[in-house]
């Protein structure tokens, strides 16, 4: 599996000849200016971890030029397929098997209404398997003991963090949450693209490296491979 980081929340997954898109906020973060080509990207899967603005931003734009499924919890998915967007619902603790692989809606501890204060359901993240890789992606969430549960049914490869803090778990937290889903390979994201979430580089790779642990802090735009 191939991932891009695209900035913020939002991670290009590519795995064998399917694309897949998770959280898109790119036409408005700043950070993001040049380096993703929005145009580029057409997914055939967005998969969606809850419904706040800074994940769901782009979904539209992109789904009307490409048609991909749009993947998330039964709220979410019911607000795009109202829209006539295709869709596949899921929710907490279910499996599915797509042509690429299977997904897994996996708890988060967090909030999820869309920007116009609708019901987005409750927020989740997904664990996404294929050709024998497992790949974590947390979403937006506290650090929750539920994360343990995950190494007994996934041994992952990597794991994709929140370490941004103040709207969900921060580094120390991130750390802990590497423990409880026992994957030492931790990719971070929403981080640094707003005020409320900047964090010091040098200083969460060198806790995560105390831990024993990798952190990759992928320059938006660039990729990595599991
Ligand atoms: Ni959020
Ligand atoms: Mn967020």
């Known amino acids: 599996m191939k991932i891009t980081f695209l900035g913020h929340a939002s991670i290009l997954v590519e795995v064998g000849q399917n694309t897949i898109l998770i959280d898109p906020f790119i036409t408005a973060n700043e950070k993001a200016t040049g380096k993703v080509d929005i145009g580029s990207l057409n997914p055939d899967y967005i998969l969606l971890t809850h419904a706040h603005q800074d994940h769901i931003l782009d979904v539209e734009v992109i789904a009307k030029r490409s048609n991909p499924t749009i993947v998330s919890n039964y709220e979410i998915a019911m607000h795009y397929e109202s829209k006539g967007f295709k869709v596949h619902p899921m929710n907490h603790g279910g499996n599915w098997n797509f042509d690429f ?13 869309f920007p116009d204060g609708s019901y987005g359901g409750q927020p989740g993240g997904f664990i996404i398997s294929s050709d024998n890789k497992h790949v974590y992606i947390a979403g937006d969430t506290a650090l929750t003991s539920d994360m343990k549960l ?67 802090l992928l320059p938006i735009g660039e990729s990595m491979t599991v």
């Open 150 to 216: 995950i190494p007994l049914t996934h041994q992952l490869d990597l794991a994709v963090l929140p370490i941004g803090d103040n709207f969900t778990m921060g580094v120390d937290d991130a750390i802990l949450a590497a423990d409880f889903v026992s994957c030492d390979s931790i990719l971070g994201y929403h981080y640094d693209t707003f005020g409320y979430i900047e964090i010091d580089h040098k200083e969460a790779l060198e806790k995560f490296t105390k831990a024993g642990k990798k952190l990759h």
């Open 101 to 113: 692989g299977t997904v897994k809606y996996t708890n988060a501890i967090h909030t999820s209404s």
